[in-house]
């Protein structure tokens, strides 16, 4: 099964590859004749695309190639689930499981297929695409024969919905509603076909089939409460019909070209485009496989062989506008082009240098003209690329194109939906077959940029979109409105279906009153001094168990030694914890420990020994400054077992700061946390210890590079869990060694470590870490994941999704002030042009009144990326980082500020210097099986963006939590070959590649 990328544990994730131990599941070929539909017409070929319902009844083929396996489903499902914007609730109980026991069975047996067979269900969301927008809707001013009503505007859809790939069916309108109103069956003297789209209906009768399939899904849980099937919105429905249309891409995929001085090498489009001269241009070209030489010329040659756009070559040009090329920078420059003229596609040298390309899976070169086109295939509607009046053929430069013969004779009816190409996100029909009606009243469009237009609130007319079968090809234009009586009944118009929220999700989270926020509860006195442990980031490592079970160790070895003046405590601060992301956790950190730090002050603890694990190092790091802060001549030691430094590294600078002593213990490599790379830095202010090497299941995780080879070298990687199990033994004395040499607990001021400790051992040794046993021999990992500039917010232009009611909400330009009502909250969708999974931004509570208790929560989309609580905080400017869960660029998305206040003291917060950026992965990957064998084992391929270190997992059973970390992948080429040293006996193992961030 191929992979996809999803965010999972704070770190981006391949999934899934799945194999047994000697075969990847295989899909069978069956050859099964397939009925002919005798009214498709013939099909031109205009764009790339797959088959559609209507293509796959009508070809001889075989059906196994209509198909679809169960594993090519499943990605398309684990996209969506993982995207965190779908509910896995969308789907039946036993869907998920039932796809993964298929492997890459086919959906259906094999067997013979009629048309009948291929009937479509109602509401299948396999038939359905999962889209999120914000485009430019309307026709621009240069588009002939466009209508006034087409002024163009920008709508912005801040939720994600469900559109349907085919209009709904006569088959799905019968199984809904019982009856088939379409004038194309039988009765009239047309040929019975399922697969014909409904049409005939008002737009009562279409509302109508939406409102009673909402209430059947919801009565048998294939949707979940809130979500509702309806028609789409006009926005909805223009945007999911241009499927970015502005972009023309050309499948390049394997193509290589290799030239040498003075030689040209052609690549020549699906169909010669024609070029408007008016249109801007912007070649991109996505390669994830080799280099353009310098000097190598991709162009748009017209017949005199002139590169009018291209990369430079060193000549004097005049230069505007980046390309996006696959190495090194470039621009691209406009030339005197002529309308009408005719261009290819063009490979070539220039300045005597060898131009080269290697085009592989996944690439394309893209041509941005600029302006939306007509159809989302182009500014061209000829006969045979849909279905309409082709006596009426349409151009966008000329208008209206007379034909008295078409070479595709006009069908004058319908025929099965799917019978021409897709479009770029998978819908069919979209231009022509029959009109559809959308939910929006027909009025005027709106000026400037709106959020979630849902058109005018009343009227006498409904807009329909999209053309029909009887129409003129200008009135399948994307833009093309129409408004007309709701309550007529046309053969000329049926429709299509959405499901969506019936409120955005974003919305709903962030109109709920959040509860006060509280944190672990402190210990009580009952001795003079405190040892105290904790544990970090509980999300993906929710087994905690470990506290107790070291509490008891302490206060066993304390007593054995006649030492009685020390109380063990466990502290536990969940569900802080457990946040989306190990920086959220480290916010939520800072919080408990000014709590905790204040409880061990007011209570009067003389000395305090503070324990933390990862995250947990933030809660004692607070804590020891809120009590040396307020009383300093309180004794404080801090240990810290591999403890987390933030991704800004924050940490190495600041643990240990203000305690009386620090020590430190870790792993060097921590392979299998997915923030390991942020837990292998030694401490400014703590004696760091490397106890790498001291881990009984140490085990050499392979190294698999993609310089060349398999397993060029060894990873020693320790657990994450190791340096409290380190610690544990120190205190039992169980499976201790010399090699452990004293560290650990006896160095503890409750063991009697003190005052030796702090003098032996001084802290900041960054450069010279004490390393205990002998350091197996290890490779260097590529390291630090740094993160991009990002883009600054501006709060006054950013577009606003909504904002309450009450509260007072006041922005200029970078600065956002809050002031509570009940509450105040305000929802911008920020520009994020570039891949972003960052936000950091600067907040400072600024109440008055004595007693404020305001909470801050920050939201991206639906989800609570952290909170800042002013009775923790106080006032004064600090700087916040979150990540949320999928990086993405140029994609919708609601980001939202609420602050709420727990008392009746009004409370007041300022934001601002808020950046969107981005750390770690950029670009999605993937895993994919070769037919290589290492010693009988699959040899696997990772294809992702160079750069990165990738853990690689392995798991037996694909719904279980427990992934063990088997190799890293080091990805310096952009592809990495490997295989299972470990997998022995496994009759099947699901893999994924890891990621951080």
């Known amino acids: 099964m191929k992979g996809k990328t999803l965010k999972l544990t704070g770190g981006l994730v391949a999934l899934i590859a799945s194999a047994s131990i000697s075969y990847v599941f295989a899909q069978t070929a069956t050859s099964v004749s397939m009925k002919s539909n005798p009214t498709l017409p013939p099909y031109i070929p205009v764009a790339t695309g797959k088959p559609g319902l209507g293509r796959m009844i009508a070809q001889q083929a075989d059906a196994l190639t209509a198909i679809p396996s169960a594993s090519q489903v499943l ?115 047309y040929t019975d076909d399922p697969n014909r789209p409904i049409e005939n209906v008002t737009y009562a009768q279409a509302a109508a089939y939406c409102s009673a399939l909402t209430l059947a899904s919801l009565a048998n849980g294939s949707i979940p409460s ?68 310098s000097g190598g010329n991709l162009a748009i040659w017209s017949a005199g062989g002139f590169p009018y756009i291209g990369i430079d070559n060193g000549a004097n040009h005049s230069m505007s506008h980046p390309i996006e090329t696959w190495s090194g920078s470039g621009t691209i420059y406009n030339g005197g082009t002529a309308a009408g003229t005719d261009y290819l596609l063009v490979v070539g040298s220039a300045g005597g240098q060898n131009g080269n390309i290697t085009m592989g899976d996944g690439d394309y070169l893209r041509i941005n003209t600029g302006d939306p086109g007509s159809f989302s295939f182009g500014n061209t509607i000829r006969g045979g690329m849909a279905n309409f009046d082709d006596h009426y053929e349409y151009d966008a430069g000329i208008g209206t194109i007379n034909v008295t013969t078409p070479i595709i004779p006009a069908l004058d009816i319908t025929v099965a939906v799917g019978s021409y190409n897709e479009n770029g996100f998978g819908l069919y029909d979209m231009h022509g077959n029959v009109s559809e009606w959308c939910q929006d009243w027909y009025g005027a469009y709106p000026n400037g940029t709106v959020v979630d237009p849902q058109g005018p609130t009343s009227g006498s007319l409904r807009v329909v979109r999209g053309g029909s079968w009887a129409d003129h090809g200008v009135s399948l234009r994307s833009a093309a409105r129409l408004g007309v009586n709701p309550g007529t009944a046309s053969s000329h118009v049926g429709f299509r279906i959405v499901l969506a929220p019936s409120t955005p999700e974003w919305k709903i989270a962030v109109a709920t009153q959040p509860s006060i926020k509280t944190y672990g509860v402190p210990p009580t006195k009952t001795k003079d001094g405190l040892v105290l442990i904790t544990h970090g980031w509980t999300k993906y490592f929710p087994d905690q168990s470990w506290i107790d079970t070291m509490s008891s160790s302490i206060s066993t070895s304390l007593a054995n030694a006649g030492i009685n003046d020390w109380q063990v405590y466990g502290y536990y601060w969940e569900p802080n914890s457990s946040t989306a992301s190990a920086d959220g956790a480290l916010i939520n950190a800072a919080q408990e420990g000014i709590s905790l730090g204040n ?64 020590d430190r213990y870790a792993s060097s490599h921590d392979i299998d946390a997915l923030e390991g790379i942020f837990t292998d830095v030694p401490l400014y202010s703590s004696y760091n210890v490397d106890i790498t090497a001291l881990d009984p299941s140490l085990g050499n995780s392979g ?90 917010i501006d709060f006054t232009a950013s577009p606003k999704a909504a904002q309450s009611t009450s509260g007072t909400i006041t922005t200029s330009g970078g600065t956002l002030t809050l002031i509570t009502g009940s509450p105040a909250w305000l929802s911008i969708i920020p520009t994020n042009t570039d891949p972003a999974n960052l936000l950091s931004f600067d907040a400072n509570f600024t109440s008055t009144g004595t007693g404020a208790a305001g909470l801050l929560s920050v939201l991206w989309d639906s989800s609570t990326i952290g909170t800042l609580d002013e009775r923790a905080i106080g006032q004064g400017v600090a700087h916040y980082t979150l990540h949320f869960p999928v990086t993405e660029a140029n994609s919708t998305h609601v980001l939202s500020f609420r602050l709420d206040p727990f008392t009746n003291v009004q409370s007041t917060i300022v934001i601002t210097n808020a950046v969107l950026s981005q750390q770690g992965v950029t670009q999605p990957f993937s895993l994919s099986a070769t037919t290589n064998r290492i010693n009988g084992a699959i040899v696997w391929q990772l294809t992702g963006q160079a750069g990165f270190d990738y853990g690689l997992q392995a798991s037996t059973n694909l719904v279980s939590t427990n992934w063990t970390q088997i190799a890293v992948l080091e990805n310096t080429n952009g592809m990495v070959s490997f295989y299972d040293q470990t997998s022995t006996n496994y009759p099947t193992r699901f893999y994924r590649a890891v990621a951080p961030y």
């Open 75 to 189: 990605d398309d499902i684990m996209d969506e689930v993982n995207s965190g914007k779908v509910p896995i609730e969308i789907y039946p109980t036993g869907y998920i499981s039932n796809l993964v026991a298929m492997g890459d069975q086919p959906i259906r047996s094999a067997m013979t297929l009629s048309v009948s067979d291929y009937a479509l269900k109602p509401g299948d969301k396999a038939n359905m695409k999962w889209l999120d927008a914000t485009f430019t809707m309307g026709s621009p001013t240069s588009e002939a024969e466009r209508d006034s009503d087409e002024t163009q505007y920008t709508p912005i859809i801040s939720y994600g919905f469900y559109i349907g790939n085919y209009e709904v069916t006569q088959n799905e309108y019968r199984q809904v509603m019982g009856s088939n109103p379409s004038w194309f069956q039988s009765a009239n003297g």
């Open 703 to 792: 190294l698999f590079t993609g310089l060349s080879g398999y397993a060029v070298c060894s990873v020693a990687g320790a657990s994450h869990g190791w340096a409290h199990d380190f610690y544990e033994n120190t205190i039992t004395g169980n499976n201790v060694t010399s090699d452990y040499a004293g560290f650990g607990f006896p160095l503890s001021i409750e063991a009697g470590g003190w005052p030796n400790a702090p003098t032996t051992y001084p802290v900041g040794n960054v450069n010279s870490v004490k390393v205990l046993g002998t350091q197996p021999q290890s490779c260097s990992l590529l390291g630090a994941i740094a993160a991009t500039a990002g883009i600054s």
């Open 599 to 662: 409880s061990i002050v007011n209570q009067g603890w003389t000395k305090v020994h503070l324990i933390a694990h990862s995250a947990g190092a933030e809660v004692i790091e607070v804590a020891t400054e809120v009590i040396k802060g307020r009383a300093p001549s309180t004794i404080v030691q801090c240990t810290f077992l591999d403890p987390y430094v933030g991704t800004d590294y924050a940490g190495r600078t600041t643990y240990g700061n203000g305690a009386d002593w620090s």
């Open 226 to 293: 809130g979500w509702v099937y309806r028609l789409p919105t006009e926005a909805e429905w223009e945007y999911s019909c241009r499927a970015g249309s502005k972009a023309n891409i050309f499948d390049l995929e394997g193509a290589q070209v290799n030239q040498s001085p003075g030689s040209d090498f052609e690549f020549t489009a699906p169909a010669l485009m024609t070029w408007n001269n008016t249109w801007y241009y912007d070649v991109r070209v996505h390669n994830t496989s080799d280099n353009v030489n």
